[in-house]
């Protein structure tokens, strides 16, 4: 079938196109009315727009997740039988460790990062905890239940150091294999003043 010679839209210069047709079961190319080249690739564009637009949505729906699978269950509702916790430790940012500082982000699952602590907070559902921090082996740490995703050390001098991190339960005990341990180097780099200024 051919299309109409004249494209009343079109009007102006226009080009052929030549298409296979199949016939016979031989290959055969006729070539079909002319139209404008603008509008073929105008109708093109829209095509593979629309298909783009199309696969977009159905993955962006495939792979959707619900508040529960990223934050965790409900603080109104107690979990029965909770998963155990988890820590996740991502190794030291290189930007910080170039001026001393060590950042280092986490993230915790199974388990909410708040200031609540005692014995008696051990028998909160979900559960509750926080972090302890040890530096270079020091006798001592501290405890940090910001929840604010990185650990901020700063005012490291230059030379290789430790940091270990431990989710505890509210009354400071660690969970079950849940202490991450980094080692890093610190480079030479100017020494920072109290207020984290360069001095």
């Not at 070539?31 to 199309?54: D, N, R, W």
């Not at 729906?61 to 619900?66: F, Y």
């Not at 986490?106 to 200031?115: M, S």
Request: hydrophobic share 45%; with cysteine; charged share 15%.
């Amino acid at each position: 079938m051919l299309l109409p010679t004249n494209c009343a839209a079109c009007g102006g210069p226009q080009s052929a196109i030549s298409l296979p047709i199949f016939a016979n079961r031989s290959t055969k190319t006729r070539k079909l009315s002319p139209i404008k080249e603008g509008h073929a690739m105008t109708l093109v564009k829209t095509l593979a727009v629309g298909a783009i637009a199309a696969g977009t949505v159905l993955a962006t729906n495939a792979l959707a997740q619900s508040a529960r699978e990223i934050r965790g269950a409900s603080p109104y509702v107690a979990v029965e039988n909770e998963p155990a916790p988890r820590l996740i430790v991502d190794p030291p940012l290189p930007e910080g460790l170039a001026i001393g500082v060590f950042w280092a982000q986490y993230r915790v699952e199974n388990v909410r990062i708040v200031q609540v602590f005692g014995a008696g907070a051990r028998q909160v559902s979900p559960r509750i905890g926080h972090l302890h921090i040890t530096v270079d082996d020091l006798p001592w740490w501290w405890a940090d239940a910001s929840d604010n995703n990185t650990v901020d050390i700063a005012g490291l001098p230059a030379g290789p150091h430790k940091v270990t991190i431990a989710l505890v339960d509210a009354d400071h005990k660690v969970f079950p294999g849940q202490t991450t341990t980094l080692t890093f180097i610190v480079p030479e780099h100017e020494k920072m003043g109290h207020a984290g200024h360069r001095k």
